[in-house]
């Protein structure tokens, strides 16, 4: 069983920075490939960024994120991070995090068991 607690959200504006993160519960982090995935208002729940377990060496990132975002995680510290750079309007949306017990990492939110509540990011113009 885990438990995943999102933070780090807020308004900032177009072209500024925040960096989320995810802290979990249980002992067997390391284990579980960790993802943030976001929605925004009418729109579905769509991928951001995945993270491997164990040590994390895999790393994937759908279109709009790569060379803006990076997902890391500290399993010392039970928490999956998302720094996020050049943030624009249309990165508006809740952004959750999820994990799943999976050495294959997938990209659809159907694969994960367990998620937080999400955190708000607004950007303005």
């Known amino acids: 069983q885990v438990q995943l607690v999102e933070s780090g959200g807020g308004l900032v504006q177009a072209g500024g920075s925040l960096r989320l993160s995810c802290a979990a519960s249980?002992?067997?982090?390391?284990?579980?490939?960790m993802v943030w995935f976001r929605q925004a208002p009418v729109n579905e729940r769509e991928f951001v960024s995945a993270?491997?377990?164990?040590?994390?060496?895999?790393?994937y990132y759908a279109d709009y994120a790569k060379d803006r975002f990076t997902i890391s995680r500290d399993n010392a510290r039970n928490t999956v991070y998302l720094q996020m750079n050049s943030l624009k309007p249309e990165d508006t949306a809740v952004y959750y995090c999820?994990?799943?017990?999976?050495?294959?990492?997938?990209?659809?939110?159907?694969?994960?068991?367990?998620w937080g509540q999400g955190t708000q990011v607004t950007v303005s113009e």
């Open positions: 993270i491997s377990g164990w040590s994390g060496s895999s790393l």
């Open positions: 249980g002992r067997t982090f390391s284990n579980y490939a």
């Open positions: 999820a994990a799943a017990l999976s050495i294959v990492v997938h990209t659809t939110p159907v694969n994960y068991g367990y």
